[in-house]
């Protein structure tokens, strides 16, 4: 069996693409500057890049299953058109309860809860412990601690507020930025000179 190999898990909305609150129209998918380029630095570098996002939109019956993968079509085509490739998106369709508390987990798959990321590295053959969890709120941060990831970063490109910040174990303002200190912490030498040209 070839061996496990590390993940970098990506929320989606505040992101790779901006922040619609329950994003239901395909026409209002937008990348965040320098997110196509930091996944690609990723991959260059040896990580799969594996989309791990909340959409209670289709539990709350406002989009459908094909809508949602509507959406993340026009997600995969931007990023394509800047040579950026996902390899993997989980997404779980889980309405909360209305108390709102992101550190609750309330469903298995629904973040806080590390269901989705141990799901896809049982399917993706990776090591968690080497893995890293992106994203802009306190239950994607705690997601990937929940799975036992290497870290979670936030980025400030979303809805993070200073109350968010204690559940970081870095933050960065933009994806980029949060590149180049993961591959810093990992030694990734190479890919991170491709970033700096």
């Avoid at 070839?2 to 329950?22: E, M, N």
């Avoid at 369709?93 to 108390?99: D, L, S, T």
């Avoid at 993070?160 to 590149?179: N, Q, R, S, W, Y």
Wanted: proline share 5%; with cysteine; glycine share 10%.
């Amino acid at each position: 069996m070839s061996p496990k190999r590390p993940a970098i898990f990506l929320d989606r909305d505040g992101t790779i693409i901006r922040q619609v609150h329950h994003l239901c129209d395909p026409e209002l998918v937008e990348l965040i500057p320098g997110t196509a380029q930091a996944i690609k630095a990723f991959s260059e570098a040896g990580y799969v890049c594996v989309v791990i996002t909340n959409q209670s939109v289709i539990g709350r019956g406002k989009l459908t299953d094909e809508g949602l993968v509507e959406i993340n079509q026009r997600m995969h085509e931007q990023l394509a058109a800047d040579g950026a490739k996902l390899d993997g998106l989980y997404y779980c369709p889980f309405a909360p309860a209305k108390n709102g508390d992101r550190t609750a987990v309330e469903h298995p798959d629904r973040k806080p809860g590390p269901g989705m990321l141990l799901r896809a590295a049982e399917e993706m053959n990776l090591d968690l412990s080497r893995s890293w969890m992106i994203g802009d709120m306190t239950s994607d941060m705690l997601a990937g601690r929940n799975a036992k990831c290497k870290g979670s970063v936030m980025v400030l490109t979303g809805n993070a507020t200073e109350k968010d910040f204690v559940h970081a174990d870095h933050i960065e303002p933009t994806l980029g930025a949060a590149a180049q200190w993961i591959m810093q912490q990992d030694g990734c030498l190479t890919a991170l000179e491709g970033m700096k040209r």
